[in-house]
T-cell receptor, first 114, second 112 residues
């Protein structure tokens, strides 16, 4: 099955700095890579996603890059703000066997200091 | 548009007691998922429904867990009897196209 590794587990930055979270996956059949933000006491919220036919996607201050050859993808947050503080999860899923079940990473706790 | 609704938000029970969680997905979303999230980890799938049919339940501990999605809308996940190791957050998610998933707030279960 799919295995997703996520690094770092904790990331501390100053407000205004950039933050980068990296994930690797094992199953070359995976073709959908979402990123979720989970605030304390809430469920994960989809913030951006990328499909395997695209190398990069950007939405305001967040961007995701995908390297299919190396099987890794990254989340980039620019001009971080205190409200960006949360746990971020990457995930990978594909249509192998008709299933689109995402495998999640273990999460990165992002702390943005004012 | 209302999001995924889950209840209860919190539940504390003693081991060996039964417990049930309820989920109402986003209107029109045919795919419904139940996940378990242990502390400090990502969600792990328990079961996936396409309409009222359970199509992925290989990770559901069937000796004590059961789920149903009558009429293909809301769903119930049950644990009977609960064990200490079942303490976790139980998340429900729904999807329109099997890609983008929208999660509810979760039910935090504590088994004493």
């Amino acid at each position: 099955g799919e295995n997703v590794e996520q690094h770092p587990s904790t990331l501390s930055v100053q407000e205004g700095d950039s933050a980068v979270i990296k994930c690797t996956y094992s199953d070359s059949a995976s073709n959908y890579f979402p990123w979720y933000k989970q605030e304390l006491g809430k469920g994960p919220q989809l913030i951006i996603d990328i499909r395997s036919n695209v190398g990069e996607k950007k939405d305001q201050r967040i961007a995701v890059t995908l390297n299919k050859t190396a099987k890794h993808f990254s989340l980039h947050i620019t001009e971080t703000q205190p409200e960006d503080s949360a746990v971020y999860f990457c995930a990978a899923s594909g249509a192998a066997g008709g299933s689109y079940i995402p495998t999640f990473g273990r999460g990165t706790s992002l702390i943005v200091h004012p | 548009e209302a999001g995924v609704v889950q209840s209860p938000r919190y539940k504390i029970i003693e081991k060996k007691q039964p417990v049930a969680f309820w989920c109402n997905p986003i209107s029109g979303h045919n795919t419904l998922y139940w996940y378990r999230q242990n502390l400090g980890q990502g969600p792990e799938l328990l079961i996936r429904y396409e309409n009222e049919e359970a199509v992925d339940d290989s990770q559901l501990p069937k000796d004590r867990f059961s789920a149903e999605r009558l009429k293909g809308v809301d769903s119930t996940l049950k644990i009977q009897p609960a064990e200490l190791g079942d303490s976790a957050v139980y998340l429900c998610a729904s999807s329109l196209d099997r890609y983008e998933q929208y999660f509810g707030p979760g039910t935090r279960l504590l088994v004493l």
